[in-house]
């Protein structure tokens, strides 16, 4: 079992940054890609970033390229989102999620989910 605990989301202004942390714990904890999934009232949950056990790989949906950044902390066995300029349409429920595996076209499937953080941008 892997328990994933997310923090750090709230109310943003346009053009404001929020950090977005996931904090992992549990027996079944691996060495895997580990990513960050929204979902926006009225839409289906959606990929926003995934990242590599070592870090040097990440890839992220174009809506959020130059603005976000994910990054993790393996001895503390955390996640980040750092968002940047803030959009409405960044609205969402965000979800942290462990061992995510590739399936091609933005589409991953994970293991364990987190049960989301809220992050509303108001303008």
């Known amino acids: 079992q892997v328990q994933l605990r997310e923090s750090g989301g709230g109310l943003a202004q346009v053009g404001d940054s929020l950090r977005l942390s996931c904090a992992a714990s549990g027996r079944g904890l691996s060495r895997r890609v580990m990513g960050w999934f929204r979902q926006a009232p009225a839409k289906e949950r959606e990929f926003v970033a995934t990242i590599s056990w070592s870090g040097d790989i990440k890839y992220y949906t174009d809506s959020v390229k130059g603005r976000f950044a994910i990054s993790r902390d393996n001895t503390m066995n955390t996640v980040y989102l750092q968002m940047n300029s803030l959009k409405p349409e960044d609205t969402a429920i965000y979800y942290c999620?462990?061992?995510?595996?590739?399936?091609?076209?933005?589409?991953?499937?994970?293991?364990?989910w987190g049960q989301g953080t809220q992050v509303t941008v108001s303008s």
């Open positions: 999620a462990h061992y995510c595996i590739n399936l091609g076209n933005n589409r991953w499937n994970c293991d364990y």
